[in-house]
């Protein structure tokens, strides 16, 4: 099993250039979200989704956009990159949104520079 | 002030002594507490996992929580240099999946 997967490993971007995080996971997990990390900032969810075709907003939601066509995809999208949105960006995923015991799986990360 | 806090460290020891980390945090509603670890380049995994007050063991990791002083805890027992990675703690309530995660704590094992 591959888990979770994330391309593009490492991304540079221009500021207003657009561009798309792509996750899937061959777990058949129903829940998946999306993450960034800053120094001194801990993870924050950006956005999550609780099954196919239902996605809602987390902490840091502004200048993204997700949607959740099949169960295995959760592609993220920068709408317009912005030196702001320079950060390390996980994508993970559970069985389901029970977190009594319920592992959250999370992909190797890709690494975003917007200059 | 954040949710959940958490000295960044880093925090250096030599191999085979006591690594104490932890976090305290400020909303009471939280009741699932989880310790992931990071290794440099890669996602967090989960390492620990309990629910409420109280200790949980397994193998040379102890979590302890403390939900009277909003307080969590992570002790690794024998350290190896293999345990050299950033330690996040992350919590969430009854009701919410969301997790609420503290900044990292980057530990070195010095061999």
């Known amino acids: 099993n591959a888990g979770v997967t994330q391309t593009p490993k490492f991304q540079v971007l221009k500021t207003g250039q657009s561009m798309t995080l792509q996750c899937a996971q061959d777990?058949?997990?129903?829940?998946m979200s999306w993450y960034r990390q800053d120094p001194g900032m801990g993870l924050r969810l950006i956005h999550y989704?609780?099954?196919?075709?239902?996605?809602d907003q987390g902490e840091v939601p502004n200048g993204y956009n997700v949607s959740r066509s099949t169960t295995e995809d959760f592609p993220l999208r920068l709408l317009s990159a912005a030196p702001s949105q320079t950060s390390v960006y996980f994508c993970?995923?559970?069985?389901?949104?029970?977190?009594?015991?319920?592992?959250?799986?999370f992909g190797e990360g890709s690494w975003l520079t917007v200059v | 002030q954040k949710e959940v806090e958490q000295d960044p460290g880093p925090l250096s020891v030599p191999e085979g002594a006591i690594v104490s980390l932890n976090c305290t945090y400020s909303?009471?509603?939280?009741?699932?507490f989880m310790w992931y670890r990071q290794y440099s380049r890669k996602g967090p995994e989960l390492l620990m996992y309990t629910y409420s007050s109280g200790n949980k063991e397994d193998g040379r990791f102890t979590a302890q929580v403390d939900k009277s002083s909003k307080y969590i805890s992570l002790f690794i027992r024998d350290s190896q240099p293999s345990d050299s990675a950033t330690y996040l703690c992350?919590?969430?309530?009854?009701?919410?999946?969301?997790?609420?995660f503290g900044a990292g704590t980057t530990v070195t094992v010095r061999a």
């Open positions: 993970a995923s559970s069985r389901d949104s029970d977190i009594s015991g319920n592992t959250i799986y």
């Open positions: 909303n009471s509603a939280f009741q699932y």
């Open positions: 992350a919590m969430s309530d009854i009701n919410d999946y969301k997790l609420s």
């Open positions: 989704s609780v099954g196919a075709g239902i996605t």
């Open positions: 777990m058949n997990h129903e829940y």
